[in-house]
């Protein structure tokens, strides 16, 4: 989209008119995520600027809100629940999700399409509904408020990302490998490890991340299918924002901001790696 | 946004079974395989073996997916109707009312039937239980049954005094036991009885103490049976007594053969008595029975309607309060679905909801208009972002996309902190608006806690869902046809919206559907900035389940917002399909 050299005034005006709207709608949508980084380092107990934070005095600013998240007991056992069920849930869900998706894209699947809707399902139903469901039917089952019950319903909620993302890397897998690794002597198993699995790896890396993303971020269902003994990162942020907001929040979204990155950067790499060994352009 | 075919129908060449199986049916003469047997049969094993192992490898998560996903949604459809509270409760009451005309105060054997089925359940401790099921329904039931439950024990005090003086073999459990306990039942007991002695002979004569523990009986007494010759004879009093048996052996772990009856045996059995039955009773008690057949007629009389509403309770009187009871007294009920419609069920039939609490159609307009705008301002936002990516060279297009994801990725609950921290009245859009000398500091914008603050920071979160499916779609638009239109004399105006836009229509549908799917179910963000009017019905469910413990009416609520979801889910598969869900 370049401005032609015979452009009107008029349309030159609307050019970079559209530019800026542009340019405004990326502040609006990145802005607030910037923003509370500089806030978390404020040295007071505000949510706003500060004149010396402005006027960029050094004492302004200071890192007690990181010391209190990383000595305050609540939200280190709140980061230890997190971390205890995230991992968990995103291995089920990707141990499992990997052979479905191996299974569905065989050319035989009775009932596909009903299969294929359950499986993905709870990414459909609003977080609220599923959480109200677990909650019910974990309480009579008894899974309510335990850890194993927070790992279950957490690892159904990734299984859909899971599934998507490596049925799509399996779209260009080519059949004739296994084919050919079954006619000089291997096993389904070894075929499967030696030769599928490092080809259809970086889709279910992404499933995986997906998944762990999910349940990481997850607070409704925490919340309701959980107890205390499960309260995790975002239960905490969650509570400190509806009761007693501290900054301590502020340096807690800061570090989970620079994970998310780290992620994007992660799944973004794991893409172009699976569309080159396809053959597909990145782009 | 790749588009996918990982499920589409069979579209393999090459050797596939299939393809192998259609050679088959051409061929002439019938193929055979190398073994011998015909072609079509070893292929056909072929197939099913190869059916099998997709299934097989399907099959666990299946199972999973069933038991930790689809149940409980399976489970919550099904609170929605459930109400076996009452029947399962109050059986007589309800099984009595059938004969209620629902004008007039019900009568003497209502009175009674409600006496006997509330003490058992106060003994169980679960009449408030069904106070509170009720008060749903009617406020002020939930206190009147908790009332009730303190004092229902004294209903048939006046015949258990009356008994005893007439024989004091009647205060007797064991009278109690010859007259109601099956034959079977006292033979078993005794064994039990026989094997509690052993068992502690056997632990006396034990030389440690370690030993003695291991010896410790703790089998419990074998379930209470009711005589046939009782249940024919003296039907109330038998259905009562083994209540009252059944309650002592299990709530309070001891033995009938040992506990003095409930006041609300005796009242039954007056009941029995007095109505002529007891007549062909020839049991071991036939004498004690004959005796107070002939004095029942002379005993003081003490209506159990008199008592509920002299003694108890005067509220009993209220008509509605027993149309209620009789409107609530199937196992299953459309009653939560009519409150979330607004509506009531009443004795009479269904009833609007009392002006002032009509909230849930409210809430659900509410929800569907914030949901709406949400929706619009997502595309005002996102159109120009996905044409500005699409018409912008490859690498700058890539980069930008970056400032798409990061909010995409980022956690929801920094999203949200970061607009409770920018919208609060002391935050930074305020200072800033302060600042510039728009406001003054007195008058600061309210923007957190209300519709305003929901709708912005709710657009904000669900943009990129906007702009990812836009974006995927204007990207396959050829540049071209803009170009053709205007060198056939169109203007910018023109050539965008005759040619353009109609070929981004898709796009649209789909970004409007995923978005508006996604934030009619939301509850974080409302809940966290939407204060008391900025709130969706899925705070309300939230609210039922957690607060007010009304579990069916949150179910019904939720099953509601299922059935909107789904709907639109289908036309959101029919537009766009299934498979073509990605994720950026």
Same mark, same amino acid.
């Given at each position: 989209?370049?401005?032609?050299?015979?452009?009107?005034?008029?349309?030159?005006?609307?050019?970079?008119? &559209?530019?800026?709207?542009?340019?405004?709608?990326?502040?609006?949508?990145?802005?607030?995520?910037?923003?509370?980084?500089?806030?978390? &380092?404020?040295?007071?107990?505000?949510?706003?600027?500060?004149? @010396?934070?402005?006027? &960029?005095?050094?004492?302004?600013?200071?890192?007690?809100?990181?010391?209190?998240?990383?000595?305050?007991?609540?939200?280190?056992?709140?980061?230890?629940? /997190?971390?205890?069920?995230?991992?968990?849930?995103?291995?089920? /869900?990707?141990?499992? @999700?990997?052979?479905?998706?191996?299974?569905?894209?065989?050319?035989?699947?009775?009932?596909?399409?009903?299969?294929?809707?359950?499986?993905?399902?709870?990414?459909?139903?609003?977080?609220?509904?599923?959480?109200?469901?677990?909650?019910?039917?974990? /309480?009579?089952?008894?899974?309510?408020?335990?850890?194993?019950?927070?790992?279950?319903?957490?690892?159904?909620?990734?299984?859909?990302?899971?599934?998507?993302?490596?049925?799509?890397?399996?779209?260009?897998?080519?059949? /004739?490998?296994?084919?050919?690794?079954?006619?000089?002597?291997?096993?389904?198993?070894?075929?499967?490890?030696?030769?599928?699995?490092?080809?259809?790896?970086?889709?279910?890396?992404?499933?995986?991340?997906?998944?762990?993303?999910?349940?990481?971020?997850?607070?409704?269902?925490?919340?309701?299918?959980?107890?205390?003994?499960?309260?995790?990162?975002?239960?905490?942020? &969650?509570?400190?924002?509806?009761?007693?907001?501290?900054?301590?929040?502020?340096?807690?979204?800061?570090?989970?901001?620079?994970?998310s990155i780290a992620l994007l950067t992660t799944v973004e790499l794991l893409r172009r790696r699976s569309e080159r060994m396809r053959g597909l352009s990145p782009g | 946004m790749a588009r996918s075919s990982a499920t589409a129908p069979d579209a393999f060449t090459g050797a596939t079974p299939d393809n192998a199986m259609r050679d088959a049916d051409r061929a002439e003469a019938a193929m055979v395989a190398a073994d011998g047997t015909p072609l079509k049969r070893s292929l056909n094993r072929a197939l099913r073996a190869q059916k099998l192992r997709a299934l097989a490898l399907i099959a666990p998560l299946l199972i999973f997916v069933l038991v930790t996903f689809v149940a409980p949604i399976a489970d919550m459809l099904f609170r929605s109707v459930e109400n076996d509270i009452i029947s399962e409760n109050l059986p007589r009451t309800v099984q009595a009312l059938d004969n209620w005309n629902g004008e007039d105060l019900p009568d003497e054997e209502v009175f009674r039937a409600l006496g006997a089925d509330l003490v058992i359940a106060s003994e169980l401790r679960n009449h408030t239980r069904i106070g509170s099921r009720l008060n749903y329904e009617m406020t002020g039931i939930s206190s009147l049954f908790r009332q009730t439950g303190r004092d229902v024990d004294d209903i048939g005090e006046i015949y258990a005094d009356q008994f005893i003086a007439l024989d004091e073999a009647w205060e007797e459990p064991s009278t109690w036991m010859t007259l109601m306990a099956a034959d079977r039942w006292i033979e078993d007991r005794e064994g039990w009885l026989r094997d509690a002695a052993e068992a502690e002979a056997a632990q006396d004569a034990a030389e440690t103490r370690e030993e003695a523990r291991a010896l410790d009986f703790d089998?419990?007494?074998?379930?209470?049976?009711?005589?046939?010759?009782?249940?024919?004879?003296?039907?109330?009093?038998?259905?009562?007594?083994?209540?009252?048996?059944?309650?002592?052996?299990?709530?309070?772990?001891?033995?009938?053969?040992?506990?003095? $009856?409930?006041?609300?045996?005796?009242?039954?059995?007056?009941?029995?008595?007095?109505?002529?039955?007891?007549?062909?009773?020839?049991?071991?008690?036939?004498?004690?029975?004959?005796?107070?057949?002939?004095?029942?007629?002379?005993? +003081?009389?003490?209506?159990?309607?008199?008592?509920?509403?002299? +003694?108890?309770? +005067?509220?009993?009187?209220?008509?509605?309060?027993?149309?209620?009871?009789?409107?609530?007294?199937?196992?299953?009920?459309?009653?939560?679905?009519?409150?979330?419609?607004?509506?009531?069920?009443?004795?009479? #039939?269904?009833?609007?909801?009392?002006?002032?609490?009509?909230?849930?159609? %409210?809430?659900?307009?509410?929800?569907?208009?914030?949901?709406?705008?949400?929706?619009?301002?997502?595309?005002?936002? !996102?159109? $120009?972002?996905?044409?500005?990516?699409?018409?912008?060279? *490859?690498?700058?297009?890539?980069?930008?996309?970056?400032?798409?994801?990061?909010?995409?990725?980022?956690?929801?609950?920094?999203?949200?902190?970061?607009?409770?921290?920018?919208?609060?009245?002391?935050?930074?859009?305020?200072?800033?608006?302060?600042?510039?000398?728009?406001?003054?500091?007195?008058?600061?914008?309210?923007?957190?806690?209300?519709?305003?603050?929901?709708?912005?920071? %709710?657009?904000?979160?669900?943009?990129?869902? *906007?702009?990812?499916?836009?974006?995927?779609? *204007?990207?396959?638009? $050829?540049?071209?046809?803009?170009?053709?239109?205007?060198?056939?004399?169109?203007?910018?105006?023109?050539?965008?919206?005759?040619?353009?836009?109609?070929?981004?229509?898709?796009?649209?549908?789909? #970004?409007?559907?995923?978005?508006?799917?996604?934030?009619?179910?939301?509850?974080?963000?409302? +809940?966290?900035?939407?204060?008391?009017?900025?709130?969706?019905?899925?705070?309300?469910?939230?609210?039922?389940?957690?607060?007010?413990?009304?579990? !069916?009416?949150?179910?019904?609520? #939720?099953?509601?917002?299922?059935?909107?979801?789904?709907?639109?889910?289908?036309?959101?598969?029919?537009?766009? #399909?299934?498979?073509?869900?990605?994720?950026?």
């Amino acid at each position: 989209m370049q401005l032609p050299p015979y452009a009107t005034t008029g349309q030159r005006i609307w050019f970079y008119t &559209f530019r800026v709207i542009c340019g405004l709608i990326f502040f609006f949508l990145i802005a607030p995520i910037l923003t509370i980084i500089p806030l978390s &380092f404020n040295a007071e107990n505000f949510f706003t600027f500060t004149p @010396g934070m402005l006027a &960029f005095e050094a004492d302004a600013y200071s890192l007690r809100h990181y010391r209190d998240f990383f000595t305050n007991p609540q939200w280190q056992s709140a980061l230890r629940n /997190s971390v205890q069920i995230a991992p968990a849930a995103t291995l089920l /869900s990707v141990a499992l @999700g990997t052979l479905a998706a191996i299974g569905l894209s065989q050319s035989h699947v009775p009932a596909r399409r009903a299969i294929m809707a359950i499986l993905i399902s709870p990414m459909i139903v609003p977080l609220i509904i599923s959480a109200a469901g677990m909650y019910f039917f974990y /309480s009579r089952i008894g899974l309510q408020g335990t850890y194993l019950g927070v790992v279950l319903a957490h690892a159904a909620l990734g299984i859909p990302f899971v599934i998507i993302t490596v049925t799509a890397t399996l779209v260009g897998f080519d059949n /004739s490998l296994t084919r050919a690794s079954a006619n000089l002597g291997a096993g389904p198993v070894r075929t499967f490890f030696k030769v599928q699995m490092p080809l259809i790896l970086p889709g279910v890396i992404s499933g995986g991340l997906f998944a762990f993303i999910t349940s990481f971020d997850e607070v409704v269902v925490v919340l309701f299918v959980g107890s205390a003994g499960q309260k995790t990162l975002p239960w905490q942020m &969650f509570i400190g924002l509806r009761e007693q907001i501290s900054p301590t929040i502020l340096a807690v979204a800061s570090i989970l901001v620079a994970i998310s990155i780290a992620l994007l950067t992660t799944v973004e790499l794991l893409r172009r790696r699976s569309e080159r060994m396809r053959g597909l352009s990145p782009g | 946004m790749a588009r996918s075919s990982a499920t589409a129908p069979d579209a393999f060449t090459g050797a596939t079974p299939d393809n192998a199986m259609r050679d088959a049916d051409r061929a002439e003469a019938a193929m055979v395989a190398a073994d011998g047997t015909p072609l079509k049969r070893s292929l056909n094993r072929a197939l099913r073996a190869q059916k099998l192992r997709a299934l097989a490898l399907i099959a666990p998560l299946l199972i999973f997916v069933l038991v930790t996903f689809v149940a409980p949604i399976a489970d919550m459809l099904f609170r929605s109707v459930e109400n076996d509270i009452i029947s399962e409760n109050l059986p007589r009451t309800v099984q009595a009312l059938d004969n209620w005309n629902g004008e007039d105060l019900p009568d003497e054997e209502v009175f009674r039937a409600l006496g006997a089925d509330l003490v058992i359940a106060s003994e169980l401790r679960n009449h408030t239980r069904i106070g509170s099921r009720l008060n749903y329904e009617m406020t002020g039931i939930s206190s009147l049954f908790r009332q009730t439950g303190r004092d229902v024990d004294d209903i048939g005090e006046i015949y258990a005094d009356q008994f005893i003086a007439l024989d004091e073999a009647w205060e007797e459990p064991s009278t109690w036991m010859t007259l109601m306990a099956a034959d079977r039942w006292i033979e078993d007991r005794e064994g039990w009885l026989r094997d509690a002695a052993e068992a502690e002979a056997a632990q006396d004569a034990a030389e440690t103490r370690e030993e003695a523990r291991a010896l410790d009986f703790d089998t419990p007494e074998p379930a209470f049976r009711i005589s046939d010759l009782a249940s024919e004879a003296l039907p109330r009093t038998a259905s009562i007594y083994s209540e009252f048996a059944r309650v002592i052996q299990t709530e309070d772990e001891d033995s009938p053969a040992e506990e003095d $009856p409930w006041n609300i045996v005796y009242q039954a059995l007056y009941e029995d008595l007095s109505a002529g039955r007891g007549e062909g009773y020839e049991g071991e008690a036939a004498a004690l029975i004959a005796a107070a057949r002939e004095a029942v007629p002379q005993f +003081e009389e003490r209506s159990v309607r008199d008592f509920f509403l002299e +003694e108890i309770d +005067e509220d009993w009187a209220d008509t509605q309060i027993w149309g209620t009871i009789e409107a609530f007294s199937d196992p299953y009920t459309a009653g939560y679905f009519l409150t979330a419609a607004d509506l009531r069920l009443t004795a009479n #039939g269904i009833e609007a909801q009392p002006e002032g609490e009509q909230i849930y159609l %409210m809430l659900f307009q509410r929800t569907l208009f914030m949901s709406l705008a949400i929706m619009f301002s997502c595309i005002a936002l !996102g159109y $120009p972002i996905a044409f500005l990516l699409s018409n912008l060279p *490859m690498r700058t297009s890539n980069l930008l996309l970056i400032l798409v994801l990061l909010p995409f990725w980022t956690s929801l609950l920094v999203r949200t902190s970061a607009w409770k921290v920018l919208l609060q009245q002391q935050g930074v859009i305020n200072d800033i608006l302060v600042w510039l000398g728009v406001i003054s500091d007195t008058a600061r914008l309210a923007l957190i806690n209300n519709q305003t603050g929901t709708i912005i920071a %709710m657009t904000h979160i669900l943009l990129p869902f *906007m702009i990812l499916p836009l974006y995927s779609v *204007m990207k396959t638009i $050829p540049p071209h046809y803009v170009r053709a239109a205007k060198s056939l004399g169109a203007t910018n105006w023109t050539a965008f919206w005759r040619v353009y836009f109609p070929q981004s229509v898709p796009g649209i549908g789909a #970004g409007c559907i995923l978005v508006f799917i996604l934030s009619i179910g939301y509850y974080i963000t409302p +809940e966290l900035v939407g204060g008391t009017t900025g709130t969706f019905i899925s705070n309300r469910i939230a609210y039922h389940i957690s607060t007010s413990l009304n579990w !069916g009416l949150a179910a019904a609520l #939720g099953t509601i917002l299922l059935v909107v979801v789904l709907v639109l889910y289908y036309l959101y598969d029919r537009l766009v #399909g299934i498979d073509n869900v990605s994720l950026g």
